[in-house]
């Protein structure tokens, strides 16, 4: 079945260095892709996108590209920052059924200022 | 725009209790979904709606149920409460539903239960 794997966590990274968090995924057709983020005590919230092959979806300086050829869609940020430390969860719609999100583990990150 | 609302936010149960978790969105949304959330295992879906009236079991459903009686409100129930029913229960809306696009899903705060 269609499925999402992400790298385990914790990661913990000094302030401005550079981000990476792996997800790969398991899915028939073409599937919509997405990072979702969990700051503390809170809900998720949509980071970003992407709907079709080759698409790179971006938001507050994260960036996603949606790789079909190697099933990725790898989290990555030039330069974190305190702020960004939360869990990253990457997540799939199946094109077959649109009715769910399958969501992987989920990575906590830690940034230390 | 409170967007997607939970009650309550914390409960502690004792096994074999019933209780009754509200979500309520303002967005006017056709859909919306009851996950749980483990350590480990990410989110979990437990039943959906896709309309007033109507619901559809997810990957979890056993010990739960659900009532869409008004569009806005989405009820999660346990009649007999379980300490494998531990979690935190996250509620969300969507507009679409549509085949073959993304679903952008608006999540609300949670709530904490714990079932001694």
């Known amino acids: 079945g269609d499925s999402v794997t992400q790298m385990e966590g914790p990661v913990t990274l000094s302030e401005e260095a550079f981000l990476t968090i792996n997800c790969t995924y398991t899915?028939?057709?073409?599937?919509?892709l997405f990072w979702y983020v969990q700051y503390p005590g809170e809900g998720l919230q949509l980071l970003l996108k992407a709907t079709k092959a080759d698409d790179k979806g971006s938001n507050k300086g994260f960036e996603a590209t949606y790789r079909k050829e190697t099933t990725s869609f790898h989290l990555e940020k030039g330069s974190v920052q305190v702020s960004d430390s939360a869990v990253y969860f990457c997540a799939l719609t199946p094109d077959s059924s649109a009715s769910k999100i399958i969501f992987g583990s989920g990575t906590r990150l830690s940034i230390r200022p | 725009n409170a967007g997607v609302t939970q009650t309550p936010k914390f409960r502690v149960l004792k096994t074999g209790q019933s209780m009754t978790l509200l979500c309520a969105q303002d967005m006017n949304h056709e859909y919306m979904y009851w996950y749980r959330q483990d350590p480990g295992m990410g989110l979990r879906l437990i039943h959906y709606?896709?309309?007033?009236?109507?619901?559809a079991k997810g990957e979890v459903p056993d010990g739960y149920n659900v009532s869409r009686l008004k569009k806005q409100n989405f009820l999660l129930g346990l009649e007999s409460a379980a300490p494998s029913q531990t979690s935190v229960y996250f509620c969300?809306?969507?507009?679409?539903?549509?085949?073959?696009?993304?679903?952008?899903?608006?999540f609300g705060p949670g709530t904490r239960l714990t079932v001694l």
């Open positions: 709606s896709v309309g007033e009236g109507t619901t």
């Open positions: 969300a809306s969507s507009y679409t539903l549509g085949g073959g696009s993304y679903n952008e899903q608006f």
């Open positions: 899915a028939t057709g073409y599937p919509s």
